[in-house]
């Protein structure tokens, strides 16, 4: 038996069961597992973090039509009482102005300059657009963003 091939090569048996047999075991496909497992958190964090973002923004949004809301009949008395101021002042230069002239005169030129009719465009930006007129009080941003809402 000594002269067997299989005897020959039968020393070191703890070193080559060793290598047969490792202490630390290795399971194949846990890299991979690992990195799929924090790439789905890492898009659950994402899509969280983006509906997050949308509700702020959906109650800063309300919230600020709210304020706005309130708002609303402040604006609206102040700008009222800018008009009126306006028309005050145009009275007087005007009267000034015409005081030595009659008062068919100055119906007269009020009715070729102030049209009586009133005429408001459905899209806002439209008066400016072709009238030839330079003034705009809205930027224009705001018309291309608005289009087609």
């Known amino acids: 038996m000594a002269h067997s091939p299989l005897h020959q090569a039968i020393f070191n048996t703890a070193e080559k069961r060793s290598k047969l ?11 991979a597992k690992f ?15 983006i509906a997050e973002v949308k509700r702020f923004y959906g109650r800063r949004d309300a919230d600020l039509k ?4 309130k708002a609303a009949p402040f604006m609206q008395i102040t700008s009222d009482l800018a008009y009126i101021q306006a028309e005050e002042r145009k009275d007087l230069v005007i009267q000034e102005l015409f ?7 100055v119906e007269r030129v009020t ?12 899209r806002h930006r ?3 657009q072709y009238m ?12 291309i963003a608005t289009r087609y809402g």
């Open 21 to 31: 047999f490792p202490d630390k075991r290795r399971i194949p496909g846990r890299k």
């Open 132 to 143: 030839e007129t330079i003034r705009n009080p809205r930027p224009y941003f705001h018309s």
């Open 66 to 69: 709210k304020l706005q809301r």
């Open 126 to 128: 439209y008066a400016y």
């Open 111 to 122: 009715k070729r300059y102030n049209h009586e009719g009133i005429w408001a465009p459905f």
């Open 35 to 49: 990195l799929f497992a924090v790439w789905v958190l890492a898009q659950a964090w994402g899509f969280k973090k």
């Open 99 to 105: 005081s030595h002239k009659s008062q068919a005169f």
